[in-house]
């Protein structure tokens, strides 16, 4: 089976400009998580997707927003580029079901200037 | 809510040697699932192992086990026989049984493996 793919792998913005990541999660895997993740912050919970519906968010501004498919392909959006949105984020897909193991893709780099 | 802590920084072995990396958390929730996460150079995360809360015996993946000591609320990653190719970060994670998709990440532990 493929693995988690995400698009573009690198990315440079300037701030204010608006930015659109892609994931396409495992066949078969109907939930997709994305995670920001900064030397200083570590790894954080940005939201999680199934079925279409946001079922989980953490605790990001509304300037962080994201969709999904019904192919569960998912995309996250960030309006308004703050120098400090520069990460690496990070896509990963599971199985439904409470535990369930997450699998990476090889996540994003933004770079705002 | 969710908080995971790993207290090493950073941690060395020599190649073929044992180590053990230790993670505590805290849950107010009765069902949960932990997680131990392998992050290379190259960024590419990686699953080493998974626990269920409600299940006593310790996981085993390979030269990867834990101990899990729930009363404690300690989830240690022992690593046997050490390779150059676990050199990496490692991350401590949790899962609450209602929380769909939110992994909860400790800050993560600098592996270095010397020949």
């Known amino acids: 089976k493929a693995g988690v793919t995400q698009t573009p792998r690198y990315l440079i913005k300037t701030r204010g400009q608006q930015v659109t990541l892609s994931c396409s999660p495992i066949?078969?895997?109907?939930?997709v998580s994305w995670y920001q993740q900064t030397p200083g912050q570590g790894l954080q919970f940005l939201f999680e997707?199934?079925?279409?519906?946001?079922?989980n968010k953490g605790n990001f501004p509304g300037r962080f927003s994201g969709r999904q498919f019904s192919n569960s392909r998912s995309e996250m959006n960030v309006s308004t580029l703050e120098l400090g949105d520069s990460a690496l984020y990070l896509c990963a897909s599971s199985l439904d079901g409470p535990g369930g193991e997450q699998y990476f893709g090889p996540g994003t780099r933004l770079t705002v200037t | 809510a969710q908080t995971v802590t790993q207290s090493q920084p950073e941690m060395s072995v020599q190649e073929a040697e044992t180590v053990t990396l230790s993670c505590t958390y805290d849950?107010?929730?009765?069902?949960?699932?932990l997680f131990w996460y392998k992050q290379p150079p190259s960024r590419q995360m990686i699953l080493v192992i998974r626990q269920e809360a409600y299940k006593q015996q310790n996981a085993t993946e390979n030269r990867f086990s834990v101990n899990f000591q729930k009363a404690a609320k300690s989830f240690s990653l022992k690593i046997s026989d050490s390779q150059l190719g676990d050199t990496a970060m490692y991350f401590c994670?949790?899962?609450?049984?209602?929380?769909?998709?939110?992994?909860?990440f400790g800050q993560g532990t600098i592996l270095t493996v010397h020949p």
């Open positions: 997707y199934f079925s279409e519906t946001q079922r």
């Open positions: 994670a949790s899962a609450g049984g209602t929380s769909y998709g939110k992994l909860t």
């Open positions: 849950t107010s929730e009765n069902n949960y699932y």
């Open positions: 066949s078969g895997h109907r939930s």
